[in-house]
């Protein structure tokens, strides 16, 4: 208990600490941050996880030797399509300067998605045979 | 399809199993951690004033963390995401009627809110910054060093809160259920140590993904990478010549530094400067958006400018550029970075003359230094 008291107050104070730094900033950069802040959790919160919910209601439908790759898959992509959403708008292109961002984005992403699918097919295949292989229940 | 508000007993796959989150959850302390701390590097690196100076040594030091960085919070992305998934039902937990189970609820609630919203904070500015995308108004590099302290604070009380569990279910396997909710019994299309897998795959793709603009033999690999690390000499670019609002005269013909200590002051066109001893080095350029190359730098060495004024050692000195737009116009060199062999002015890079973007006719190269303190074309050295 005496631990998780000491480790609950440097906590705290580490919290602290940076809170009274974001409170330096002036009121409109306050409004600004607490936006950002409460966005990030409501999209979150009421965008992205009753998706998920609603994914997951479907994969039932799949032939079952699909399910578990298809929702890694499905898992991985959208990690990985969240954190590519800043360069495949090129949000941040700069129109004089031709080194930075200088990928086609759209095209690793596809390249990404084509690993994962054909990772789907490879493992239900595999999935498939071992069903067969260990014969009717 | 029914559309009310889901209560936590709906939720029933036994995936969303605190022994799940455990598990996740120290790859993500893990993760948070590092970028903590290689964070604290960067502002430390960029400090204004340093206590204990900053080291010019391994040169690489400040490409290694700040790469580290920007990895390990890439790393998080996916675990977060996943994290989040296991513990959602509690969101809908009922409220407590009683007025001190209330105030309990309230508090941890509020915590998590506070973890939660500033973990997911770090992660977006943190992300949108790497790519140098700017949609807010704020001052990044202030708010992103505030908030991290207050998601690392917030995640110590959370660890503290959750310190019995989290050492129960460490210590068991699994599939323990002891500390699950009752519903959370349902069969997933995956099993726990699966979404465990899952989780920690997407890591690995993350930062294969990106990691290429400053690990070169992941370039070909990294389709997400913000840079393929092409540009005038093999270096990228950060700002050009006209977003820094540098006039191209102002770099042609009429250019001259001023090197000043006290009353002493040598003016030198950049054909004197070409005639002074010339040093090459191989530094890299490793910029605090985490993307970093390295350059064949040649030109003239800072000690032997400083010494034309006659420079006591120990000295400190103030960089100034022509640069009119954004910050980092003018740079501290710390003495130890001044009068280090490897510091140079350099006109050269790869052998040819600085590209206009690169800082012609002039800019500053220092070991283990973040790229904005590179100053690109100096006008002026004042000894301090």
């Given amino acids: 208990m005496r631990t998780r008291l000491a480790l609950g107050a440097v906590g705290v104070a580490a919290g602290l600490y940076g809170a009274l730094m974001l409170l ?4 409109s950069d306050l409004v600004s941050i607490v936006i950002w802040l409460a966005g990030g959790v409501v999209l979150h919160d009421f965008v992205l996880s009753p998706l998920t919910v609603l994914a997951g209601r479907l994969t039932p439908r799949l032939p079952s030797p699909t399910r578990a790759p298809v929702v890694v898959a499905v898992v991985v992509l959208t990690a990985i399509t969240l954190l590519a959403i800043p360069v495949l708008g090129r949000f941040g292109a ?16 596809v390249g990404i998605v084509t690993l994962l699918a054909i990772g789907v097919l490879l493992a239900s295949i595999v999935r498939a045979k071992r069903n067969a292989n260990s014969g009717p229940a | 399809m029914n559309v009310r508000v889901p209560a936590e007993s709906d939720f029933t ?52 963390t700040q790469g580290l960085h920007i990895a390990s919070g890439m790393a998080a992305i996916p675990l977060l995401l996943v994290k989040l998934w296991t513990v959602y039902p509690l969101l809908f937990r009922p409220i407590p009627r009683q007025v001190r189970a209330l105030a309990l609820d309230l508090l941890e609630k509020g915590s998590i809110a506070v973890l939660v919203s500033a973990a997911i904070f770090q992660l977006v500015t943190g992300l949108a910054n790497s790519t140098q995308w700017y949609p807010w108004s704020f001052s ?39 500390h699950d909710r009752p519903e959370a019994v349902d069969e997933g299309d995956l099993t726990r140590r699966g979404l465990v897998r899952t989780a920690l795959f997407g890591s690995t793709l993350a930062v294969l993904a990106t990691a290429g603009a400053t690990v070169p033999w992941l370039r070909k690999v990294s389709v997400l990478g913000v840079t393929t690390g092409d540009g005038p000499g093999g270096v990228p670019i950060n700002r050009t010549l006209v977003e820094a609002g540098i006039d191209e005269i102002a770099v042609g013909e009429s250019y001259r530094l001023t090197v000043t200590y006290g009353d002493a002051e040598v003016v030198l066109t950049r054909d ?21 190359a390295t350059g064949t730098w040649g030109g003239v060495r800072m000690r032997d400018l400083l010494a034309l004024v006659e420079a006591p050692a120990g000295s400190d ?12 116009g003018t740079s501290l060199l710390w003495s130890n970075f ?11 890079l790869d052998g040819e003359p600085l590209s206009f973007d690169h800082g012609y006719p002039c800019r500053v190269i220092a070991p283990n230094r973040p790229g904005v303190r590179q100053t690109k074309w100096v006008e002026r050295l004042e000894v301090l």
Avoid at chain 2, 34 to 63: K, M, N
Avoid at chain 2, 156 to 161: E, M, P, R
Avoid at chain 2, 272 to 292: F, K, N, R, Y
Avoid at chain 2, 339 to 347: K, P, Y
């Fill in chain 1, 24 to 27: 330096d900033d002036g009121f």
């Fill in chain 1, 94 to 109: 700069s129109p004089g300067n031709a080194t930075l961002l200088d990928r086609n984005y759209w095209a690793g992403w």
């Fill in chain 2, 13 to 64: 796959s036994r995936l969303r199993s605190p022994a799940v989150a455990a598990r996740i959850g120290v790859w993500l302390g893990i993760s948070f951690g590092v970028c903590f701390v290689t964070g604290l590097i960067s502002h430390y690196a960029q400090a204004p004033s340093q206590p204990v100076p900053f080291p010019t040594s391994p040169f690489w030091g400040y490409r290694v």
């Fill in chain 2, 140 to 178: 990044f590099r202030a708010t992103h060093y505030a908030m991290a302290w207050v998601v690392i604070g917030a995640l110590v009380v959370h660890i503290a809160v959750k310190l019995p569990v989290i050492r129960d279910l460490l210590g068991a396997d699994i599939d323990e259920t002891s």
């Fill in chain 2, 272 to 292: 004197d400067l070409a005639a002074m001893t010339q040093h090459v080095v191989e530094l890299p350029i490793a910029c605090v958006e985490g993307w970093s």
């Fill in chain 2, 317 to 328: 000195v103030r960089v100034r550029s022509l640069q009119t737009r954004y910050a980092f």
């Fill in chain 2, 338 to 348: 001044a009068e280090d062999d490897r510091t140079l002015l350099a006109l050269e």
